[in-house]
């Protein structure tokens, strides 16, 4: 089992920068993908990013590409979120989630709001 824990969201300018983090508990973090997700008021939760257990595989969707970067360190169990150039469309609340299996989150984190100003 894994328990993930988001923190790093808040209040932001457009175009300003936020980092956001997930810890992970358990010893066996460095076997699942993780992924970011976020789900916006009234909207569908969407995929953000993802990265293999290695770290060396990502992917992004198309609206943050070039603006956010996903990263993790296996030794810290931790994944991160590097968040760039915000825009007012990317408020929402961001979560992590553990896939064991090729886009299958099993477990997933309890969020971090994510509120861009224009």
């Known amino acids: 089992q894994v328990q993930l824990v988001e923190s790093g969201g808040g209040l932001v300018q457009a175009g300003g920068s936020l980092r956001l983090s997930c810890a992970a508990s358990g010893r066996t973090f460095s076997r699942y993908a993780m992924g970011w997700f976020r789900q916006a008021p009234g909207k569908e939760r969407e995929f953000v990013a993802d990265?293999?257990?290695?770290?060396?595989?990502?992917s992004y969707t198309d609206s943050v590409k070039g603006r956010f970067a996903i990263s993790r360190d296996n030794a810290k169990n931790r994944v991160h979120l590097q968040m760039n150039s915000l825009k007012p469309e990317d408020t929402a609340v961001y979560y992590c989630a553990a896939a064991l299996k090729v886009s299958v989150y099993e477990y997933w984190g309890q969020g971090t709001q994510v509120t861009v100003s224009s």
């Open positions: 990265i293999s257990w290695s770290g060396g595989s990502t």
